[in-house]
């Protein structure tokens, strides 16, 4: 019933510039927790930015500054503006919600409803 759609991945040039959108269904996403999380090859799933239910945003200290999270409620979808990206942010992408969770914080483990999962590739 609760479907997470991600979308907007691919490949880019160190510096560029890659849009992420996560539409839901079956639950109301602006009434819980939503992030986005990523796991690179060999590396623990980390939490990238998350917006919770008062509209409180959190970012990774490695992203702040260079990506934006953003939530448009009549649309019920969140979304990643990632720039100035890096080698480094090579990963699978995420977003994630939880009918049980209010509020950000915490571990990615907390989370029991998940995207289909994007990947994003930084490479010259």
């Known amino acids: 019933q609760v479907h997470l759609v991600e979308s907007g991945g691919g490949l880019v040039q160190p510096g560029g510039s890659l849009r992420l959108s996560c539409a839901a269904s079956?639950?109301?996403?602006?009434?819980?927790?939503t992030g986005w999380f990523r796991q690179a090859p060999g590396k623990e799933r980390e939490e990238v930015s998350c917006?919770?239910?008062?509209?409180?945003?959190n970012y990774a200290d490695s992203v702040k500054g260079r990506f934006t999270i953003s939530r448009d409620n009549g649309k019920n979808a969140v979304y990643l503006e990632m720039n100035n990206l890096k080698l480094e942010d090579t990963a699978v992408y995420y977003c994630?919600?939880?009918?049980?969770?209010?509020?950000?914080?915490?571990?990615?483990?907390?989370?029991?409803?998940w995207g289909q999962g994007l990947q994003v590739t930084v490479s010259s």
């Open positions: 079956g639950l109301t996403l602006e009434n819980y927790a």
């Open positions: 994630a919600t939880d009918p049980r969770l209010y509020f950000c914080g915490g571990s990615w483990q907390r989370f029991d409803y």
């Open positions: 917006v919770d239910s008062d509209g409180g945003i």
